[in-house]
């Protein structure tokens, strides 16, 4: 069983970067697909960013296209989001995710197994 923990939120001025970490216990870490979603209090929790095992594909929802970049590293069981010119729309708990035997779209919250506790991340206009 996979266990994640999030680190690298807080707050940001509008335009501002930040690197978010989410770091993976187990030795299985290679064969599951990685997620990164957020949500907004009162809404559902959405799709941000994903990456295939292998680290060789990765997907990104619309709005941080170009903005947003997911990477891994299989060797310290460790996935990144670098978040770069952040907006307040941004602002939202962001959660890692890890999925395998489910994984399809690599979009969809049902598709992956593990889930963070989130972390804040909070953009100022």
């Known amino acids: 069983q996979a266990q994640l923990v999030e680190s690298g939120g807080g707050l940001v001025q509008a335009g501002g970067s930040l690197r978010l970490s989410c770091s993976a216990s187990?030795?299985?870490?290679?064969?599951?697909?990685m997620g990164w979603f957020r949500q907004v209090p009162g809404n559902e929790r959405e799709f941000v960013a994903a990456?295939?095992?292998?680290?060789?594909?990765?997907y990104a929802t619309d709005s941080v296209k170009g903005r947003f970049t997911i990477s891994r590293d299989n060797a310290n069981n460790t996935v990144y989001l670098q978040m770069n010119n952040l907006k307040p729309e941004d602002t939202a708990v962001y959660y890692c995710a890890a999925g395998r035997s489910r994984i399809a779209t690599m979009t969809r919250i049902y598709e992956y197994d593990y889930w963070g506790q989130g972390i804040q991340v909070t953009v100022s206009s």
């Open positions: 990456v295939r095992s292998s680290g060789g594909r990765t």
């Open positions: 187990g030795r299985t870490f290679s064969t599951y697909a």
